[in-house]
């Protein structure tokens, strides 16, 4: 009699699990990147089930992508590994009539993310930043004095000012495709050079201040720099203005500003795409077509603090994002930043070791 | 009643076929493969509905660069090094906690042998992942380790311990020593008592009878437990990400990097194939010793 039970309930969880399969929509996007609410909203919405997981590092995320049966419906490259992903085969082309929100991009964006996905075949924008440094006002302006140079890259790459620092605690990304670029915009190079004999006149700046990193990691520096455990982090706006908001709520008297250096600084692109194996693509549309809704734009750009390429959700944003030069740079601004594009992968394994020796000294 | 016999000997070599052979011959030709763009990221890959000239046309591609490659840079054979000093340390650590432990155990009253054993396990039901991620609540300058020695009023100052590779001593000691204790308690419990009592009975003080019969006759279980231990560390990954600082040399994280950051798995093969030849190789020449001191005996 248990038996026969036992066996009943299993088949009811073979078949749910069969029924369900079309029903859900897998996404992986990066981690401290949507308001959670809205998981819930599409979940409502559209009847599907979303699995969401999040990384944080793009690397991760390509790994997976080129293993073959990520079984993601919807993942979330930066525009460089994006464009390598799309010669590798990895996304299919989206189905324009399935996202009737399309038309809500916004073109200053979609000029820029063109050279990496032409005409946006394969993918939409979600978020767009700059790469820069993140302060505690307090610290280190009691460290350096008043006129610390937070807003230059001179913050961070002058060993000077690193070694005073250190003692607050600095951390860095663990990214060389950010780090890199940052150093040679420093020394007046071409931050997306690709030649051997200028990457490695970056290795010299960012050796001469490791002694003073006392971390390099990608996502660790949101809370330490909210606690006021670091006093400077190198990392991406968003980020770091969750920190600034983070510390605002707790009231610690930490006082979090970011900015972009004034030598210019990188400006990059989180696009959503669709794998090619996607055991749902429908849902993925559904899923995109979503994010596109200028409603959902705002919402996420609203709590995430950093731009989204959706036009029509600007009128929704909050003052403290849309009137935030941090989150969209004046004119101005937007003349001094630059954009990379991907290493091939003689680079790539130049720029890898250069890190390792960097990092480990070996 | 032959065919039986045949099955039943097949058993271990068809286990050890499907899950050690293919998956290191998998790894082995990637080896020998070139980098790609494409899923998956390597060339050439086998096309077997292509002929036979496709077969050779297959093998032809395939050579040993990636090995030569490894040969050049010395971040390599640093970090084997590296990693072959942090597993041989760890393991001796294991051993001077572990053996004193499964010793107590084996000599505890028998009622208390299963609760001391349940408690050696007890920590298996918790996630790997969190125990490590506790460490670094224990390890960091204001974790517990470092409040409870200022209170003890042994340092004046936090120490840092946490991304150093004392931090990884202590996260490789603390998830593998269960696996030196509980082989070396195995191998205790079955040692027969009256032999000691014969060797205190000859005159043998219990130093001399522990060091001339007790280790001897636990040889099986220290060696077993030396294995269990120091294979997974010398290949360790997260132990050495989580709690180890960026100047912590290891292959497991050398290996991460081929993957990841360089998409590069010819060359993270390669890798893999080295590091299991470092296993492999002394678990061998150990494997043949012994067999020539059992046939001297015999």
């Known amino acids: ?362 | 009643m032959n065919i039986r016999r045949i099955a039943l000997i097949s058993v271990p070599y068809l286990w050890l076929l499907a899950l050690f052979m293919v998956p290191f011959l998998i790894v082995f030709k990637i080896s020998l493969s070139d980098i790609a763009l494409a899923i998956p990221p390597y060339t050439p890959t086998l096309d077997i509905s292509g002929g036979w000239t496709e077969v050779r046309s297959f093998f032809s591609q395939l050579d040993f660069e990636n090995f030569e490659f490894l040969a050049t840079d010395d971040l390599y054979w640093k970090s084997y090094l590296s990693s072959l000093k942090i597993a041989f340390i760890s393991t001796f650590i294991c051993l001077l906690v572990g053996f004193p432990i499964a010793y107590g155990m084996a000599n505890a009253p028998k009622e208390w042998q299963p609760t001391l054993m349940l408690l050696v396990i007890l920590p298996f039901w918790t996630s790997f992942l969190i125990r490590v991620y506790s460490l670094i609540g224990i390890l960091s300058q204001e974790g517990m380790l470092n409040q409870f020695l200022m209170w003890i009023g042994l340092i004046g100052e936090p120490l840092t311990i946490l991304n150093t590779n004392i931090a990884v001593y202590i996260g490789i000691v603390y998830t593998y020593c269960p696996f030196m204790i509980l082989p070396i308690y195995a191998t205790l419990i079955k040692l027969d008592g009256s032999l000691l009592e014969a060797a205190e009975d000859l005159g043998c003080s219990r130093t001399e009878a522990f060091w001339r019969i007790t280790v001897p006759l636990s040889k099986a279980g220290i060696i077993a437990g030396c294995f269990l231990v120091f294979i997974p560390a010398l290949g360790e990954f997260v132990i050495p990400s989580l709690l180890g600082g960026s100047d912590t040399l290891m292959i497991g994280k050398v290996l991460y990097e081929e993957f990841f950051a360089n998409r590069d798995w010819p060359v993270a093969g390669a890798v893999a194939v080295i590091l299991l030849l470092i296993l492999i190789v002394p678990i061998v020449l150990y494997q043949r010793n012994e067999q020539k001191i059992m046939e001297a005996e015999k």
């Open chain 1, 1 to 362: 009699m248990l038996r026969t039970k036992s066996c009943t309930f299993l088949a009811a969880v073979v078949l749910t699990a069969q029924a369900g399969w079309a029903q859900e929509v897998r996404v992986y996007n990066w981690s401290d990147y949507i308001d959670e609410d809205l998981l819930a909203q599409f979940e409502e919405e559209t009847g599907l089930e979303l699995i969401y997981d999040v990384f944080d590092s793009n690397e991760v995320l390509e790994t997976k992508l080129l293993a073959g049966g990520s079984g993601y419906d919807v993942v979330v490259p930066s525009a460089t590994f994006l464009q390598r992903q799309i010669s590798a085969g990895a996304f299919q082309k989206l189905d324009k009539s399935k996202l009737s929100n399309i038309g809500n991009l916004w073109d200053v964006v979609e000029a820029r993310t063109e050279t990496y996905d032409p005409g946006g075949e394969y993918s939409i924008n979600y978020m767009w930043g700059t790469t820069g440094i993140g302060v505690n006002v307090g610290r280190v302006t009691e460290i350096l004095g008043e006129d610390a140079p937070i807003g230059s890259l001179d913050l961070i790459f002058n060993p000077e000012n690193m070694a005073k620092l250190a003692e607050c605690g600095v951390h860095f990304l663990d990214a060389p495709t950010e780090l890199i670029p940052a150093a040679l915009q420093y020394i007046g190079e071409d931050p997306d050079s690709k030649d051997e004999d200028v990457l490695a006149l970056a290795e010299p700046i960012l050796t001469a201040v490791r002694p003073y990193v006392q971390k390099y990691h990608s996502s660790e520096y949101i809370s330490a720099l909210a606690n006021g455990d670091i006093c400077v982090a190198f990392g991406w706006s968003g980020d770091i203005l969750q920190s600034r908001d983070r510390a605002a709520e707790a009231d610690n008297g930490v006082e979090i500003a970011y900015n972009a250096p004034v030598e210019g600084a990188l400006m990059w692109f989180d696009q959503m795409a669709i794998p090619v194996d996607a055991p749902n693509p429908e849902g993925a549309h559904a899923f995109l077509d979503f994010i596109l809704d200028a409603e959902v734009a705002a919402t996420a750009s609203n709590y995430v603090y950093y731009a989204n390429g959706n036009l029509a959700s600007q009128p929704l944003l909050v003052e403290d994002v849309i009137g935030d030069l941090a989150i969209y740079p004046d004119e101005a601004t937007l003349e001094t930043l630059y954009t990379t594009t991907p290493y091939d992968a003689r680079a790539q394994r130049f720029v890898t070791r250069m890190w390792t020796r960097i990092k480990s000294g070996t």
